[in-house]
Structures are given as structure tokens and as C-alpha cells.
């Protein structure tokens, strides 16, 4: 099982950057989907998530009304980064929860790509 995130790189401020998660190994079909971040000296801390149906979608406070995350398939889930601020910069990783998972733990991860967004 693998969850493969890519779309990082380098983006002045206010500029936009679109990461991807593939997962493969297994159907996602029953696993909610999200998006986690870990600046340079901080904790990884949540940014967004989508349910596995893809109905309900739920976002930091930190990037509401940037961020757009969005369920392309079963296995691929896209987060759409608009007006992009020097405090985005962090590696963003893709994870995916069993739906009816009564623990808030995540049962997959993936390696993460580096968003960087320069002053």
C-alpha cells in the first residue's frame, strides 16, 4: 500500500500550487482522505480532509478560503492551493482513514512533498 504525493515546489506568495495523492496497493473507496503539513520546528498539524464519498470536506482555519480539496477517484485526492503565504511552507502529506474508523489515527501515509513559498 502506498499513498504517493507530489505537486510541491517553489511559488512566490500569493501564487498557487496544485499537490496530488495517488494511492495504490488497495481500493480507497472507504477511506476518508487528508492533507497534513510539518513546518521546519513545529508539529505536523492538520490542513484538510475529505470523507470517502466525497460529500463533506473540512479545512484549518489557517487555509480556509485557499485551499480546495477535491476527490478525483477512489485512489486520488487533489488539494488545490490559491494565495499562497511564506507560513504555507511546510511538507505536505497525504493520508487516508478507514471511514468507520472510531480512532482519529490515520492508517496510511505518504513520504510527504515540500511546498515552499517564498516572501
Known amino acids: 500500500v502506498q499513498l504517493q504525493a507530489s505537486g510541491g515546489g517553489l511559488v512566490q506568495a500569493g501564487g498557487s500550487l496544485r499537490l496530488s495523492c495517488a494511492a495504490s496497493?488497495?481500493?480507497?473507496?472507504?477511506?476518508?482522505m487528508g492533507w497534513f503539513r510539518q513546518a521546519p520546528g513545529k508539529e505536523r498539524e492538520f490542513v484538510s480532509v475529505?470523507?470517502?464519498?466525497?460529500?463533506?470536506t473540512s479545512y484549518a482555519d489557517s487555509v480556509k478560503d485557499r485551499f480546495t480539496i477535491s476527490r478525483d477517484n477512489h485512489n486520488t485526492v487533489s488539494l488545490q492551493m490559491n494565495s499562497l503565504k511564506p507560513e504555507d511552507t511546510a511538507i505536505y502529506y497525504c493520508?487516508?482513514?478507514?471511514?468507520?474508523?472510531?480512532?482519529?489515527?490515520?492508517?496510511?501515509w505518504g513520504q510527504g512533498t515540500l511546498v515552499t513559498v517564498s516572501s
Open positions: 493520508a487516508a482513514k478507514y471511514f468507520a474508523s472510531n480512532s482519529r489515527e490515520y492508517d496510511y
Open positions: 496497493g488497495r481500493s480507497f473507496q472507504r477511506y476518508d
Open positions: 475529505i470523507t470517502f464519498r466525497g460529500r463533506t
